[in-house]
């Protein structure tokens, strides 16, 4: 399995409250991805990044930010949670872009109450 | 744009018996294609790929697939189903963006 842990594994929070999540990857992949999965829809792109400080915005971006300190950590925060942001938030890295195999974390899920 | 279209939410096959899982796309043109199997509170990993060459691509527990581009398909096979095939069956496509379809739950009966 490919190096990568989600931080913390189950959170629940009360709306408008800031939350974050962590991955971190020991892979030294380039590309890292932040996505959320719901019922009914897979898995829908957040955020993405692909480098250092470098970082693009996905399908379902609106109420997340992200940052990409370091090559093995990629943050995932919330800066005001709302009920809608009720989901499991999967983190997934590629080592490169044009063929993108992308590897899995094991997933947060996230209630917001 | 992409989309990923997996027309069964869920089915139920004997154990022992064939499986097939359907995935449509539309894209402009050929695309990278995945399958991803996701075990209840689990990740998703990746069952096989399609990049380019044989249509017909091995993978991972015994599943295979076959692309056929006049149909713009990639559908996920196996033989014969074992209860701990059980689980969550994606497929991906990859053109401009990386697009899920919305996934297929396959239930074995013993």
């Known amino acids: 399995d490919a190096g990568i842990t989600q931080s913390p594994r189950h959170k629940v929070t009360e709306t408008g409250t800031p939350v974050t999540l962590r991955c971190h990857q020991t892979e030294n992949h380039r590309y890292m991805y932040w996505y959320r999965q719901d019922p009914g829809h897979g898995l829908r792109l957040i955020h993405y990044s692909y480098g250092v400080k470098d970082t693009d915005k996905g399908e379902v971006s609106d109420g997340y930010s992200v940052s990409r300190s370091k090559t093995e950590d990629f943050l995932l925060t919330l800066e005001s949670a709302t009920s809608s942001q009720t989901s499991v938030y999967f983190c997934a890295i590629s080592e490169g872009w044009s063929k993108n195999i992308q590897y899995f974390g094991a997933g947060t899920r996230l209630s917001v109450l | 744009a992409q989309s990923v279209t997996q027309p069964d939410i869920h089915i139920t096959v004997s154990e022992g018996a064939s499986l097939e899982l359907r995935c449509n796309y539309s894209?402009?043109?050929?695309?990278?294609l995945f399958w991803y199997v996701q075990s209840p509170g689990q990740g998703l990993q990746l069952l096989l790929k399609y990049f380019s060459g044989d249509t017909l691509v091995q993978g991972i527990k015994g599943f295979e697939a076959e692309f056929k581009r006049s149909q713009s398909s990639f559908n996920l096979r196996k033989p014969s189903v074992h209860w701990s095939d059980a689980a969550e069956y994606f497929c991906?496509?990859?053109?401009?963006?990386?697009?899920f379809g919305p996934g297929t739950r396959l239930s074995v009966l013993p």
């Open positions: 991906a496509v990859y053109g401009q963006n990386f697009v």
């Open positions: 894209y402009g043109a050929t695309p990278y």
